[in-house]
């Protein structure tokens, strides 16, 4: 059964879906026209609900099931240069077989919108979710998003076109979801009625157009050192910028749906002596963490990011400038570095030593205990700031 | 007759007014447009055929015509930023995926046509214009899924024999006994000691509706298989051979000249494959001996005799078999006493 909500002005309905078939909806309902994916694990099933849509004459679009995902990203990376709204999917070994063209969606400026059902490297090979393959793209000038639940995975994929295809922003942009943790897991969300609302939200304007007959240019072109620097620093600085346009599209998603995200969120900060600071899924099994230190009488907070790139660097100072111990969670190996991938971000940040986790590497289960724990070492000084433990690591 | 060069449409974002070329120069009289699409003032070598093919490509295809194009010696030789040599819309990706962009390309025209954005009954050619290690080597998979798919692409190889945009290096296509830098005469080794790799069969093998080899040297030919490949409803396959100066190591003056010898030896036999039928279409009565082609070439100077007759046996071979796909003496047998 399907219960009617009126949240801002726009009829939505309550479904369940799980983290692929949400993204995948969410695709559908914003009027994607060109589709070019490669079946992976565990981004499988979004791929595979979007040629449902397409075969069933429910979604109008072209979608062109390629042989590997190098040509995934290629085809709509041309695709996208034509003016069409494009969307892909993949996951690790995926994203690394596409790797070549990340950059060059960059450089040419093409809104290519991707989901990530993340996923840890080989080798050994393994198909659980960590997040090795979204920390492999960070330099390379997409917006990445990271999102913690189904719904939110659902509303930043629609939130991911009208960002990535303002004409102030005209760069790709990645949705990451937790492999398994929210790809495969069936939760209840609300998504709206009407296509037509997205497309009030995100409508198709084709700004970032390229390649047309009637105006011939050349995209692509041989950048020497007299023109490189001033060509990718413009993609540099649109990207430093779009953090207005993902705050201002959050904002009127919030308005006509009633969700929004911010750039991340903060769970009982105000007073923290301690803060647990994650991304993903497991954001709610540091807040459950949370409340369980607090039980027991230890300050504690947490704090989720939601923007990976560009970095949300006010907003991080602003909720933990003023808490004594930050420990960083990562779900991904920063090998032979410092910290994590995200503790060291957040330490530059901060402009002081914090503590770094690495957690759910290969997908190891955790959970709020062993999170607890992690976050009461720290407070009671048991571990050393700038120096990486590990949360279920077997052996000494 | 005198042509003024027109030009279309503005160069990259940037450029400076007028940059595109405004000259006028001699052409022969072909029954073609006379609008240039591919303009002067490129930086391929002197001599190099990227230019007389990448021309007359575009004036059959004319203006309704998208390229992606590999990056390569062509590619890096007509844009860079921020000018441009290419009066169409032009994109260059990356190296090994002419196919696949080709294909969302492709892909984006059907649906902005059906979305009523591009006119339904506008007919927009998209050609992929790439270089033999980007159509035989790293770019072979996405070719393959391109014509498996059945886009409706033009793919045109232009194939130097090698990747002569890093320097000459062998590749896929690169033919036996050949001196390229990676497969160098040795004192132990004599070259490159594998076969070419005959794409247009390997592109035909897919069932696709049209495959041809074509030699700028044969100007009509070649022409007539541009445009019988914008004809088609489908994927289409042209592997051109192109003469390059600095990598077979020949007197610029003769470019056109070894192209001939190219298929006047046998070496490069011109046919096509229309809907499974094979037929030879530049026919040459008697052969000149493979070492009139090898002779005007330094990449085989080091070649003995022993060696030369070894590579005359191997045309003989593919002359052979070509002829029976063809049912007839369409490549006539060779003619030792000929003069080169
Ligand atoms: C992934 C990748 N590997 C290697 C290169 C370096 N590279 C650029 S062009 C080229 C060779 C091109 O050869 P071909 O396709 O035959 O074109 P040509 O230069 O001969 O015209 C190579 C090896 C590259 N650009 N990208
Ligand atoms: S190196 Fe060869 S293929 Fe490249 S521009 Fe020069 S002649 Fe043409
Ligand atoms: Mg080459």
Redesign the interface.
């Known amino acids: 059964m399907t219960l009617q909500l009126e949240l801002g002005k726009v009829r939505q309905k309550r479904i369940a879906l799980t983290g692929n078939h949400a993204v995948a909806l969410a695709a559908k309902m914003a009027r994607v026209?060109?589709i070019?994916a490669y079946p992976i694990t565990p981004q499988t099933p979004a791929v595979e609900r979007l040629a449902e849509f397409v075969n069933n004459g429910e979604l109008?679009?072209?979608y062109?099931?390629?042989?590997?995902e190098?040509?995934?990203l290629?085809?709509?990376?041309?695709?996208?240069?034509?003016?069409?709204r494009?969307f892909t999917a993949t996951s690790s070994q995926g994203l690394g077989f596409m790797y070549?063209?990340l950059p060059?969606a960059v450089g040419?400026r093409l809104p290519v919108v991707m989901g990530i059902a993340t996923r840890a490297y080989s080798a050994p090979i393994n198909v659980w979710g960590d997040y090795s393959d979204v920390m492999s793209m960070r330099e390379l000038g997409w917006i990445i998003y990271m999102v913690s639940n189904v719904q939110e995975a659902f509303d930043t994929t629609i939130q991911a076109f009208r960002v990535g295809e303002d004409p102030s922003v005209h760069l790709p942009v990645a949705v990451a979801y937790d492999g398994f943790w929210i790809s495969h897991v069936l939760q209840p969300l609300e998504v709206p009625e009407d296509e037509e609302d997205v497309m009030r939200y995100a409508p198709i304007t084709?700004s970032w157009r390229?390649?047309?007959?009637d105006?011939?240019?050349?995209?692509?072109?041989?950048?020497?050192p007299e023109?490189y620097f001033e060509?990718r620093y413009a993609a540099y600085k649109a990207l430093e910028d779009s953090i207005k346009v993902v705050l201002e599209a959050d904002a009127l998603y919030g308005k006509m749906f009633g969700r929004s995200y911010g750039l991340g969120s903060g769970y009982k900060l105000e007073d923290a002596d301690v803060a647990i600071v994650t991304y993903g899924s497991i954001y709610g099994l540091a807040r459950k963490a949370v409340d369980a230190l607090r039980a027991e009488g230890i300050r504690a907070g947490a704090l989720k990011i939601r923007l990976l790139r560009p970095w949300p660097a006010d907003f991080l100072r602003r909720r933990l400038d003023g808490v004594d111990k930050v420990v960083v969670v990562d779900r991904a190996f920063n090998h032979g570095g410092l910290v994590g991938p995200v503790a060291t971000e957040l330490a530059a940040t901060l402009a002081r030593p914090i503590y770094s986790a690495y957690a759910t590497i290969g997908m190891r289960a955790t959970d709020s205990a062993a999170l607890k724990k992690a976050a009461e070492r720290v407070a009671k000084g048991e571990v050393e700031p700038m120096r990486p433990f590990n949360i279920g690591l077997r052996g000494p | 007759m005198k042509v003024k060069v027109e030009v279309r449409g503005l160069q990259l974002p940037g450029a400076r007014p007028g940059a595109a070329v405004e000259a006028a120069y001699e052409y022969a009289d072909f029954d073609l447009p006379e609008q240039e699409l591919f303009l002067p003032g490129h930086g391929l070598c002197a001599s190099c055929t990227i230019g007389v093919i990448a021309r007359h490509m575009l004036k059959v295809l004319g203006p309704d015509t998208i390229v992606v194009n590999p990056t390569g010696c062509a590619e890096v030789s007509t844009v860079t930023y921020p000018r441009t040599n290419w009066a169409v819309p032009w994109i260059h990706v990356a190296f090994g995926n002419g196919g696949s962009v080709a294909s969302g390309i492709e892909a984006a025209i059907k649906v902005l046509k059906r979305r009523g954005v591009i006119d339904p009954n506008r007919k927009i050619n998209v050609v992929v214009f790439a270089g033999d290690g980007g159509t035989a080597d790293i770019g072979f998979q996405a070719l393959s899924g391109m014509l498996e798919r059945r886009h409706r692409v033009i793919y045109v190889m232009y194939d130097n024999e090698g990747y002569m945009n890093t320097g000459i290096q062998r590749s896929g296509t690169t033919p036996l006994f050949a001196s390229a830098t990676t497969s160098p005469a040795g004192k132990k080794i004599p070259g490159n000691l594998t076969h070419k790799k005959p794409m247009a069969l390997i592109a035909a093998a897919h069932g696709i509706p049209y495959s041809a080899t074509a030699n700028p040297a044969y100007l009509p030919d070649m022409l007539e298989k541009f445009r019988k490949a914008a004809e088609i409803d489908g994927p289409s396959f042209i592997h051109v051979l192109q003469s390059c100066q600095p990598g077979w190591r020949f007197e610029p003056k003769y470019a056109i000249k070894v192209l001939e010898l190219a298929t006047e030896t046998g070496y490069w036999v011109n046919y096509e494959i229309e809907d499974g039928k094979f037929r030879i279409t530049v026919t040459v009565p008697r052969r000149k001996p493979v070492e009139c082609f090898l002779k005007l070439q330094g990449r085989f100077k080091h070649l003995g005799k022993e060696e030369i007759a070894f590579l005359q046996k191997v045309i003989d071979e593919d002359v052979k078999r070509l002829n029976e796909m063809a049912g007839g003496e369409f490549i006539g047998p060779l003619d030792p006493e000929a003069k080169c």
């Open positions: 026209e060109v070019a109008d679009a072209e062109i099931p390629v042989e590997g190098h040509s995934a290629s085809a709509v990376v041309g695709a996208s240069a034509m003016g069409a494009v070549e063209i060059i040419l084709r390229k390649l047309d007959v105006n011939p240019a050349s995209l692509g072109a041989v950048g020497t023109w060509i």
